[in-house]
Structure formats: structure tokens, C-alpha cells
């Protein structure tokens, strides 16, 4: 970068970005506005030469133009899970390096509270929303059908009403069961069912973190000859918490029915079962394999270290970002589905 940009001014300016990137100033307001055609390459220069000079968008002047807040909002059940939590610091990560600004709200997880906040949101002071939407089965196709920009990360369904920015959880739970068998188990528990022994109910699953995971992990299963056992499902309702992962493996323990790994629905789950199997004597990954998802910041500091399944977090976030902006500023118009499989986290929890 030239030295004499950084040294001379005080304040960089939209003409200093695009000398620098070698690019016309049009071409630079259009990567700041996110309008206009050009090749990914340049727009990446240009990108980088923003982040390099420290250019600061005058956002006043910015959204009096295109009559915008210049913040978008971010709503999700809770902040307490670690999953949710880092969701949030990827989409104000990827807010921040399109200069957008991010409320960010959360609501208690039912259904109504979700339709509620979709009914009132107020497009004055945001503008647009991304929502994790509850896994519950009241929301309605009419629900999703808002008059301002909506985009929808997480396992609930949006019917082609809203963006929905996923994982693919359905291949993701094929993914770590046939990783553990990869690995020499033979006989699978899981924890972490919303509810009892249902493959019916599982296969026809359209949402649902547990049901998609669930059916992929039965089709591992089945493709492998060995049917998943009722007695090895731990149940755990709404509690994808610790103490709910500690409980469902204790319940499978006392089965008495043999097993050498186990597939958690999510981290904090796999971190209870590790609780429960260290205190039953269970030796890991020697006697049991455990592999979790969304490999959450904790589950590398675990004893063993967790191997689990990436939350592609560094995809959703920024992916969806796009997506709402697009439809902010008019350039994206048609709902889309995007999906992403995710990949092994291999770590001590599962052989080498």
C-alpha cells in the first residue's frame, strides 16, 4: 500500500481507495454499496484495499441515499448456548466488514414469541432481519410471508418464503455415523431425541436439528446392516444442555444393551456423555468413540479433546449477511435454500 496514503491524510477517501485498488471510483462505490457487476477478483481487491487503508464509510451520507438504517437485526432464541452465541459474532463479523451495524435481539423460543416478533418488526430502525427460527411446528408458510427482508439460518423450514441459509443436517448425521464405524465401532447409541423412537416421523422430516440428524444416522445404520436400538436412544426433550447429555447416556447405560459409540446431536450434549461414561469406568475412545456437532470453542479443551462435526459457522453467517443485503438493496428478489455439508473435526474422542 502507498505510504504516503497513510501518511498524508487524515481521513481516507473513496478516490484514495480506488487509486490505490486501480480501479474507477464507480467501480469502488459499487463494492461499498454492493451494486454493480464486476469480477469476484476485483471485488476482493478492492475489499481488501478498504480493509488495508482503513477507509470508513460514511454511513449518514450512505443511507440518506439509499434510505436505509444501516443496521440489520439478528434474533435468535437465546445467547446462553455456545452455538448461538458464536453465530452471533460471525454475523456481526460479516455485518462489520459490509459496514452494517446489528441489533441483536433474542425471544424465548416458542412460537409465538417467533411470530410475534415477525408481526412487529419495525423496519424504521433495522433493515432486514436474520432469525433462527424455533424448531416448533405452529409457524405457518404465512408466517414467513413479511414486507421487509428476511433471512432464515437453523433447521426450521421457511417453504421458499424466506432465504434459508443450512446445514445439511440430514447427510451431516450420515457423516459422523459412518465415521464412527469408519473407525471400528459396530454398535451406535445417540443422544439427544427430541422424543421417543419414531423413524417414521424422522424420515419425514423436512426440519429439526435431532429428526434430520436422526435420519441420516439411521440410513448409516441401515447401509451398514445394523438397525438403530430404541434402548441406545437417550432422550432428552428440549435439553441439549450438559446436564441433558449427562442423563440420557446414564439412562442408556443402565440399559444394559452393548455399544461402542455414541453420536451427541450437538457439543454440549457429547460433553455430558463423556461426564457420564468417565464416571461409569467406560475408557474413551478405547471401550467407547463420541462425536458431537457444531464444534464449539469448549470442545477442544475437553479431556479428551471432542470430535465432532463443523457448525460451518464461517459460511452460514457470512453467506446469509449476503443474502440480506441483496435483498435490502433490491438486487436479490427470489427466496433461495442454501445448504452445506459439514466435515469431521477429528479429535481424541474417536481413534485415530
Request: hydrophobic share 40%; with cysteine; glycine share 8%.
Amino acid at each position: 500500500m502507498n505510504d504516503a496514503v497513510k501518511s498524508d491524510r487524515k481521513r481516507v477517501t473513496l478516490r484514495d481507495v480506488a487509486r490505490e485498488a486501480g480501479v474507477s471510483l464507480k467501480t469502488a462505490s459499487n463494492v461499498i454499496n454492493q451494486t454493480g457487476r464486476m469480477s469476484e477478483a476485483t471485488r476482493e481487491k478492492v475489499q481488501q484495499v478498504i480493509e488495508d487503508m482503513g477507509y470508513q464509510v460514511n454511513m449518514a451520507a450512505r443511507n440518506l441515499n439509499f434510505q436505509h438504517t444501516g443496521f440489520v437485526t439478528l434474533a435468535v432464541p437465546s445467547l446462553r448456548p455456545p452455538y448461538l452465541a458464536e453465530l452471533a459474532d460471525y454475523v456481526i463479523d460479516a455485518a462489520r466488514k459490509r459496514s452494517y451495524s446489528v441489533y441483536a435481539i433474542t425471544y424465548d423460543g416458542s412460537d409465538t414469541a417467533a411470530r410475534h416478533m415477525l408481526e412487529s418488526f419495525n423496519n424504521t430502525i433495522s433493515d432486514g432481519i436474520i432469525m433462527s427460527l424455533p424448531e416448533g411446528s405452529e409457524l405457518t408458510p404465512d408466517d414467513l410471508d413479511v414486507e421487509y427482508p428476511l433471512v432464515c439460518v437453523g433447521a426450521r423450514t421457511t417453504w421458499g418464503r424466506a432465504d434459508w441459509v443450512r446445514t445439511d443436517d440430514v447427510a451431516d448425521g450420515a457423516t459422523a455415523a459412518e465415521y464412527l464405524f469408519h473407525k471400528g465401532a459396530t454398535r451406535l447409541a445417540v443422544v439427544g431425541a427430541r422424543s421417543p423412537y419414531d423413524p417414521e416421523e424422522w424420515r419425514a422430516a423436512v426440519d429439526g436439528n435431532a429428526a434430520m440428524r436422526l435420519h441420516g444416522i439411521m440410513d448409516a445404520c441401515a447401509e451398514h446392516g445394523r438397525e438403530l436400538d430404541p434402548r441406545l436412544l437417550g432422550v432428552t426433550g428440549q435439553d441439549w444442555g450438559i446436564g441433558g447429555g449427562v442423563r440420557a447416556m446414564q439412562q442408556v447405560i443402565d440399559s444394559g444393551v452393548p455399544f461402542d459409540g455414541v453420536v451427541a446431536l450437538n457439543d454440549q450434549l457429547a460433553t455430558g456423555v463423556i461426564t457420564a461414561l468417565a464416571a461409569n469406568g467406560f475408557s474413551i475412545p478405547d471401550q467407547v468413540q463420541v462425536i458431537g456437532f457444531d464444534n464449539i470453542e469448549e470442545s477442544q479443551y475437553l479431556q479428551p479433546t471432542l470430535t465432532t462435526m463443523d457448525s460451518c459457522l464461517s459460511w452460514i453467517a457470512p453467506t446469509a449477511m449476503e443474502r440480506l443485503i441483496g435483498r435490502i438493496r433490491g438486487y436479490i428478489t427470489a427466496p433461495e435454500t442454501l445448504s452445506i455439508r459439514s466435515q469431521v473435526i477429528p479429535r481424541a474422542t474417536t481413534r485415530i
